[in-house]
């Protein structure tokens, strides 16, 4: 009888496996760290599935691996320039919106004034952010909010910048009043010029652990992702985060479907879960970063809503772009202009 049971529990244990592989799977390809782990759970109970996530570390890496032969991906998170890029490569399919009632909460002001894809027709904002510096509050005075910070001898040795050629470059445009968009080679070299001026003052160029830098005294004053600069600020109370008053780069994440996805139906579910209010405002918590919903402002804690590193002062955002992809030419004029910046002697 003993063994009669343990055979039945043995075949129970086994139909139950195999009714939970039958379920069915979402793979979303996306960025470390960006998404609520607790929404994960609740998403599979509601529609009964299970979710898969691999992560990458930039948008260049995820379309060389998709480029390499990777299928099998439902969802992936691309910044909305490499959206234009997959778009214009036949690597995403157009969005069914019957299937997305939630878009209804979509800010329509981002849409009309920020977003690359106004119709979301292949796309749909999932979080939006900016690039700002930081500085600790008690050990740097008279900080002003503009990039100009970055000429301070004072903090020689103890500043950043992104090891990023976009970012950085972008920065010194905005100081100079240009679009960091631009492919003028006067303003690249004016703009790399500035640079070389920034590096005599700072200890490296780091988008690794800026973060981690500055929460732990290491380093003074960073140029950073606002997301990681609130991590290191919940780690470091002293930590202050502005937006340069000159404008600064923006960036928005999009949710999109690859051509091949196995399972789009559960892809258009997935995007309709988290456009949900709710749904978005607790993953704003979480990630710090902005999902640009309506409905979801107002659910926000009050520290979240009245902090301007977020919700970016309208004169400032007015002035702040998001980073183009500037097709073949363009890149290599800004690949130039950094070879020159990396190449010239840190006095």
């Given at each position: 009888m003993k063994l009669h049971r343990i055979l039945i529990a043995a075949a129970l244990a086994v139909f139950v496996a195999g009714c939970a592989d039958n379920k069915p799977v979402l793979h979303i390809f996306t960025?470390?760290?960006?998404?609520?782990?607790?929404?994960?759970?609740?998403?599979?109970?509601?529609?009964?599935?299970?979710?898969?996530?691999?992560?990458?570390?930039?948008?260049?890496a995820m379309l060389a691996k998709i480029k390499a032969g990777a299928t099998g991906y439902d969802i992936l998170v691309p910044s909305s320039y490499m959206v234009k890029i997959l778009d214009k490569e036949g690597m995403i399919q157009p969005l069914d919106h019957s299937k997305i009632p939630n878009l209804?909460?979509?800010?329509?002001?981002?849409?009309?004034?920020?977003?690359?894809?106004?119709?979301?027709?292949?796309?749909?904002?999932?979080?939006?952010?900016?690039?700002?510096?930081?500085?600790?509050?008690?050990?740097?005075?008279?900080?002003?909010?503009?990039?100009?910070?970055?000429?301070?001898?004072?903090?020689?040795?103890?500043?950043?910048?992104?090891?990023?050629?976009?970012?950085?470059?972008?920065?010194?445009?905005?100081?100079?009043?240009?679009?960091?968009?631009?492919?003028?080679?006067?303003?690249l070299e004016k703009a790399r010029d500035v640079v070389i001026g920034w590096k005599k003052n700072i200890a490296k160029f780091e988008s690794d652990q800026y973060d981690a830098g500055i929460a732990s005294g290491e380093f003074l004053l960073v140029h950073g992702y606002t997301g990681d600069l609130f991590q290191a600020q919940e780690e470091n109370e002293?930590?202050?985060?502005?937006?340069?008053?000159?404008?600064?780069?923006?960036?928005?994440?999009?949710?999109?479907i690859p051509k091949d996805a196995p399972n789009p139906d559960l892809a258009h579910a997935f995007i309709n879960f988290v456009c949900d209010p709710a749904v978005a405002a607790e993953n704003v918590g979480f990630i710090y970063y902005l999902a640009p919903n309506k409905d979801a402002y107002p659910l926000l804690d009050q520290e979240i809503r009245e902090d301007p590193a977020i919700f970016i002062d309208r004169a400032v955002l007015g002035k702040s772009e998001m980073i183009d992809d500037l097709g073949e030419e363009g890149n290599?004029?800004?690949?130039?202009?950094?070879?020159?910046?990396?190449?010239a002697a840190a006095e």
């Open positions: 960025w470390d760290d960006y998404l609520k782990p607790e929404l994960i759970p609740r998403f599979e109970a509601e529609n009964n599935c299970r979710v898969v996530i691999d992560t990458f570390d930039s948008n260049e209804s909460h979509i800010d329509d002001e981002y849409l009309r004034e920020t977003a690359f894809d106004k119709e979301m027709r292949v796309s749909v904002p999932y979080m939006f952010a900016a690039t700002a510096f930081a500085y600790i509050d008690g050990k740097v005075e008279n900080v002003e909010p503009t990039w100009k910070v970055f000429d301070r001898a004072d903090l020689k040795g103890r500043m950043t910048l992104l090891n990023d050629m976009r970012e950085t470059i972008g920065a010194a445009l905005k100081f100079l009043g240009y679009s960091l968009n631009t492919t003028n080679e006067a303003e002293n930590v202050s985060i502005v937006i340069p008053e000159e404008g600064t780069s923006i960036a928005c994440d999009d949710l999109v290599a004029k800004y690949i130039k202009i950094w070879d020159e910046i990396k190449a």
